[in-house]
């Protein structure tokens, strides 16, 4: 009798304990679970020369205050239970709207004396992905990058056809007027003149890493990651590109794995920095990868990535990353980036300098 009961526990040991791993719909099994109660948010609004040296109390408090606000913006969705990308969305679009940063109404001017912005979104869960570049007319890029992802059938558009896509699906639409800025209109004049001023034959492959009349050069470029409560990811970043870029330069913003990249199954990343050298490197996708073939951590990849690869080309920025677990990497090689993150309602952390400890480890 002792020997059958022995059996049937044994027997039905397998139904008692937690669920077992689901099966996806590649075959591959997870432990992964349908809703999780953990949401996690960050930001950038650029990386570059970014020092207490170069930055007052009134400047410091500006960018601290309108980085909190994205922040609050983007967990407001997370917190109400709504997917990643819409928070990601919701936060870019306040930098995009602020002349603070170099993405929408503070996009940098091209050679030409005009902004062209670049966006691009990614969903984590389905890969679906959207892109946009030289976008002159389109409010907030982020959103037209959104509509291309969820509206069409496309990945990226550009140019005029851009413009006029996002026009179709009902966008708010400016005249070009509304991006002028005259500090950064100031910054072309600069850096035009100090081209100039430069011997004859430079390179064209090698443009002025950052405006080189100014003290607090930045690479400008914003951008947000995030995971849900369902443990979905999404990666979503925009800039006006590069002061002075002349020949429709696209930087790496709008290229897919190299400034913005996001799968479920490994992490969501933005980017900012010099865009070509984030392009020969495929950044963004070469963080997920190592996660996904090496076995490294989100802190390993995307430290080796930022501190080891990109330094070895000579490139200069850094990244956001996150995974589905609310693992969060802000690693940069310049001497600072605009970067920020919130777990908590209220919580909010912003960081500019490179020797801030953001307790991220």
Request: some cysteine; aromatic content about 8%; charged content about 20%.
């Amino acid at each position: 009798m002792d020997k059958i009961l022995f059996i049937f526990f044994i027997a039905i040991l397998p139904f008692t304990g937690t669920k077992p791993p689901a099966q996806d719909k590649n075959g591959s099994f997870s432990d992964h679970q349908e809703t999780r109660t953990s949401v996690a948010l960050a930001i950038h609004g650029g990386a570059g020369t970014i020092t207490r040296e170069n930055m007052n109390a009134k400047t410091e408090a500006a960018y601290r205050a309108k980085l909190l606000e994205a922040l609050d913006a983007g967990f407001a969705v997370l917190e109400q239970g709504g997917p990643a990308l819409e928070a990601v969305t919701a936060s870019v679009k306040i930098l995009e709207d602020s002349p603070l940063f170099n993405a929408g109404k503070g996009s940098v001017f091209t050679h030409e004396g005009k902004n062209e912005m670049d966006a691009a979104i990614m969903d984590g869960a389905t890969k679906n992905a959207g892109a946009v570049a030289s976008l002159t007319r389109v409010k907030n890029p982020v959103s037209a990058a959104y509509a291309v992802m969820k509206n069409s059938p496309h990945v990226f558009l550009a140019g005029a056809g851009a413009d006029q896509f996002a026009e179709e699906q009902g966008l708010e639409m400016v005249d070009p007027s509304y991006f002028w800025d005259q500090r950064r209109y100031e910054q072309l004049m600069k850096v035009i003149e100090a081209k100039k001023q430069t011997k004859a034959g430079t390179p064209l492959q090698q443009p002025p890493l950052m405006d080189p009349a100014f003290s607090d050069n930045k690479f400008g470029t914003v951008g947000a990651v995030a995971v849900d409560s369902k443990g979905n990811v999404a990666a979503a970043t925009s800039t006006g590109g590069m002061t002075n870029k002349r020949f429709g330069r696209i930087g790496d913003v709008p290229v897919i794995g190299a400034g913005t990249y996001a799968d479920n199954a490994t992490c969501a990343v933005s980017a900012t920095g010099h865009g070509e050298y984030f392009i020969r490197g495929v950044v963004a996708h070469e963080i997920a990868a190592q996660m996904k073939y090496a076995g490294r951590t989100l802190h390993e990849a995307a430290e080796d990535v930022v501190l080891n690869q990109l330094v070895a080309l000579r490139g200069k920025g850094g990244v956001i990353a996150i995974d589905s677990q609310g693992n969060i990497a802000m690693p940069f090689n310049s001497a600072g980036m605009y970067r920020a993150y919130i777990r908590k309602k209220g919580q909010g952390k912003a960081f500019f300098f490179k020797d801030e400890n953001e307790g991220l480890k």
